[in-house]
């Protein structure tokens, strides 16, 4: 937990202020002629907490945690350690894939969670400073169209790309052969496919949540 979490934390913080204050530029190109600048701070937090929060940070998670999970238990398969835990009836499933499983079910939200937090701020300061937006009229907007459901179903997002994540990580390292150049393209292949797995379950569940 500590790993997946306290340890990402300082990359998905700087992540999430540039992700919101981008965000909020977007925001006010599209309403631009459309509509009135006002709804800036209820459109920019939407897209953050649905969509560029949950998405953002598993993509990060993927590429710094499932690819590490990949590199250490591959290590471990290529040195034999994996194959001394089962003979000394030490279930190596239990004894090293579940522990991360959970620790990234569990971290996950809570990372997004600071997320979604730091990159509503990161927009409200390009509103406020840039765009001229003020804060009873930024956060007045978000709680107008704050939905809890919204949130919900960010969160289930976050659950479901930290343990497919955590399980591709995992199952890639068990499967690791060749050396010290297998558990390069282990490290490689779980980043590849755990970021495409995000963003092709993103769509689906979008399609279930919201």
């Known amino acids: 937990m500590e790993h997946i979490g306290v340890d990402s934390l300082p990359l998905v913080i ?6 919101g204050a981008v965000a909020a530029w977007q925001a006010a190109y599209q309403l631009k002629g459309i509509a009135p600048l006002s709804l800036l701070g209820g459109t920019t937090s ?14 990060v998670i993927a590429g710094r945690v499932g690819a590490s999970i990949a590199a250490e238990l591959g290590t471990m398969k290529v ?4 194959d001394a835990l089962e003979i000394m009836a030490i279930d190596p499933v239990r004894y090293l894939a579940m522990p991360r499983f959970l620790a990234a079910l569990l971290m ?12 509503v701020a990161g927009a409200y300061v390009v509103s406020d400073y840039f765009l001229q937006v003020p804060y009873n009229v930024f956060f007045g907007s978000v709680r107008q ?21 955590s399980l591709l990580g ?3 390292g068990f499967r690791t052969s060749g050396g010290a150049e297998g558990v390069g393209l282990s490290t490689i292949r779980s980043f590849v496919l755990s970021a495409a797995l995000i963003l092709i379950l993103d769509y689906f569940l979008w399609t279930f949540l919201f």
């Open 79 to 82: 040195t034999e350690q994996i």
């Open 170 to 172: 995992c199952h890639i």
């Open 108 to 119: 996950m939200p809570v990372l997004v969670i600071f997320a979604n937090t730091i990159a």
């Open 14 to 19: 700087i992540i999430s202020i540039f992700t």
């Open 46 to 59: 939407r897209a953050i907490i649905t969509e560029l929060g949950p998405v953002l940070t598993g993509i």
């Open 145 to 165: 169209f704050f939905e809890f459901s919204d949130l919900t179903g960010g969160l289930i997002k976050t659950v479901v790309f930290g343990g497919v994540t």
